[in-house]
């Protein structure tokens, strides 16, 4: 479960994950040789207008969708012509079984040129012969993976030949040009698009001009006055000189160094990260290179910048976050008009800088909470995408579908939480402390102590307020989002080894939800985002998903609590049928330490259900229902078959792939884009080995939304609207394999079909139309052969 090989060469993209680029040509001295030009040229060159308006689409649109990000096959990231200069690497970036950490090989951060990838084993792709620099289709490896796809195309058939090998624990064939030869006679089907139909002609044709031109592409442009004028706004706000400000921006800076930010009141064409430069602004930035955000960046003054995102947006990466006077005004308030002292900057020290609360203990509990809480689905989504493109470890301990709600902040500001957390800093020590290579067993009983430490000081705490009523336990304890704010309710959807954060309460009622308050909403962002390292070794991956496990139950008998007492175990009985007697002793113990019952009057014999409206009612006013089939802007009839798709359950679900976009079309207005879910039940999520022992297909469920749901999609299905009844009825009717194969002659689009790249570009045309700044290229390695 936990074993993170890396998808092999040449997955569902244009080009095979063995090769890189060329730094510099020199003319080829064979008689009538195509000219071959400098790699930099100027804006205004013809090189730049063709690069921006054909090369640049074709890398986003047949490579990018696989290439791109640590799960690219070799390594062979796409998405900036940095990537493709680099080119690949033989190295795994996903290996579980690693002994001690690797050297991270993050873009445009752990190497600064071209010639310090190929010192760390990255060869060219586009140039078998770099110091020559001479560039002809035999001596660079892109060109022939192009006319090896060109000279053997894919069969002419449904599905795609047993020589190819897919999924994302395949062996890689990241063959560099002194291996392609023996490559190429040993698969000649392997071309790129590696398991697609081929490219247009007239895009092959590019492609090979360019490449054979030295594969120039435009220097940067300036950006314009607007946006400058912002990024100064804000680099002034993130390098206040104060002890106070150094403070805030070091915390802002640990939340959103992942973030792709965006001004409101400008095209949502450009975003920027906030990285730490030796520079200051107003000079070129020099990015401080540390493997955790919050390691020692080794100088005394430095400074936080915004740089220009130059990849294309994935999105499996995405993650916009929007900067703008309402910001800067709640961050002000929160921050700075809020009364309190900083009388010392923390150190940098892991085991002191890997748990916020100890670094942040002079920052008001109540500010850093809202700070979160505010774009909590951004939140949330970061131990889905964050700095691991997948989340296969921390996905391996969460339900496929479930509701997440959230403490208020009053709570925290009238508790007495700031003593509190102050108190119990020490019991909230976190795995990174160790750094990225550690032994499971000896933390791992140390991390297990004292989170139960915690656990009964927590409860404790929790009986001596709500025994003075200071609060009830009741609705009045839950965050509506200051009514006004969608962030207050989100569902997760589960696809096996990544998933997906929508805001609102989605689907039918969940078999288990959440209740996040700070601690554990903190805890998940500095172990799965700010503190996991994907170049750990397998013991820092491992002892990270187990304490997740402790992040879940924690939340779930946050939930729990609401319930009468006699339904809090039958609850949670059903939610870890058959696991360990250590599971179960939990909410013995948990019962034990926190022993107030609920203040909430329950009139019927299923309190959860009653629990579940009593949420949806109080959150009522601030859902958000954009990808509910309850939206006014679908169609009746859609709905009406929708939502029979979305009461299939057991056999019928389980044939289908875990994300299925379905784009329907109708004649009075166009096309509708649709996803179709694929829940796995499981009698519980405690199974470290064995995963699949605990799955319960006759449970099953499926879940229908409107737009693009997921980035990795499994299959797509095309239909007009007059098919749709028969779509719903023959999802009904699937019993056994051939039938599923059956359903996709009639109605979906295989990777070998002839439409395929047709059928990508509308699909992602129209999602950008209704997503213009969530909007990232979906990710086609997961796409099935069946």
Known sequence: MLHFKIIRFGMVCLFLASFDLLIGCKLDDRPNAPQVKKRLVST??????????????????????????????????????????????????????????????????????TANWRERGFFSVIHGKEKSGIVDEKNSILYRILNLKENHPLPNQTLLPKSFSLGIDRKQQCSNMSEFEGFSKRFPLWGMP??????????????????????????????????????????????????????????????????????????????????????????????????????????????????????????????????????????????????????????????????????????????????????????????????????QIALHVIRDRFWVVFVKPEISERSGSARFLAEQKDHLRLPAEAGSTLRPLSRWLTFSSKQKKYLKAKYEEGNRILNKRVFNLNMDLIWDGDGSNPNAALTVFRHFDNATVVKGL?????????????????????????????????????????????????????????????????????????????????????????????????????????????????????????????????????????????????????????????????????????????????SNITSLLRPNSTRRPDQDSITVLKGIIGAYPGAFWSVNEKQLSALVSDVMALRTEDDYKLFMDQYGVRRTDKRFWKFSDTLHQHYRQLEPVSYGLLDYNRLENR
């Open 194 to 391: 590696y398991g697609l139909p081929g490219l247009a002609t007239e895009e092959l044709q590019t492609l090979k001009e360019w490449l054979l031109a030295g594969s120039p592409f435009p220097e940067n442009t300036e950006l314009p006055e607007s946006y400058l004028t912002r990024i100064k706004t804000w680099e002034d706000f993130f390098n206040q000189g104060s002890i106070k400000g150094k403070l805030v921006s070091r915390y802002i800076y640990e939340h959103l160094y992942i973030a792709h930010l965006y001004f409101d009141d400008l095209p949502t064409d450009k975003f920027f990260q906030l990285v730490r430069s030796y520079t200051p602004p107003g000079k070129p930035i020099k990015i401080i290179s540390t493997r955790r955000p919050y390691d020692d960046p080794k100088i005394d003054k430095f400074y936080y910048r915004l740089k220009t995102v130059d990849t294309s947006l994935l999105a499996k990466t995405h993650m916009p976050y929007v900067l703008g006077t309402k910001r800067m005004a709640q961050w002000q308030k929160w921050f700075y008009e809020t009364s309190y002292e900083v009388t010392q900057l923390p150190t940098y020290k892991p085991k002191e800088a890997s748990n916020p609360f100890k670094t942040f203990v002079e920052l008001p509990v109540s500010s850093r909470y809202r700070f979160m809480l505010e774009e909590a689905e951004f939140t949330i989504t970061g131990f889905i995408k964050g700095p691991v493109c997948r989340g």
């Open 44 to 113: 205004d060159s013809n090189w730049a207008t063709k690069y921006d308006q054909d090369v640049k689409p074709i890398f986003e649109t047949r490579c990018a969708v696989c290439h791109g990000c640590y799960d690219s096959p070799c390594q062979l990231n796409l998405t900036s012509i940095e990537g493709v200069s680099r080119g690949a690497s033989k190295e795994l970036v996903y290996d579980a079984y690693r002994l001690t950490e690797s050297q991270p090989s993050r873009l445009s951060l752990d190497a600064t040129s």
């Open 506 to 682: 989605l689907g039918d009622f969940s078999q288990t939800a959440w209740i996040i308050d700070y601690p554990i909403l903190e805890r998940i962002h500095y172990l799965l985002v700010s503190g996991f390292d994907v170049f750990g070794n397998g013991a820092h991956q491992l002892l990270t998903r187990l304490y997740m496990d402790f992040l879940r139950m924690e939340s779930e008998f946050n939930f729990l609590a609401f319930l009468p007492t006699d339904a809090r175990e039958k609850e949670w009985n059903d939610w870890y049928e058959g696991a360990g007697g250590d599971v179960k002793s939990y909410i013995k113990e948990s019962d034990k330490f926190f022993h107030h019952t609920t203040d909430i009057v329950y009139s019927t014999d299923d309190p959860k259900r009653e629990l579940y409206k009593l949420l949806a009612k109080k959150l009522e006013p601030v859902l958000d229902n954009h990808h509910s089939l309850s939206s006014n802007d679908i169609p009746p009839e859609h709905k009406r078959w929708l939502k029979k798709l979305s009461s299939i359950r057991g056999k019928p679900a389980t044939l289908l792939p875990e994300v299925n976009h379905l784009v329907l079309k109708n004649e009075q207005d166009g096309t509708h884009l649709y996803t179709v879910l694929h829940n796995s039940a499981h």
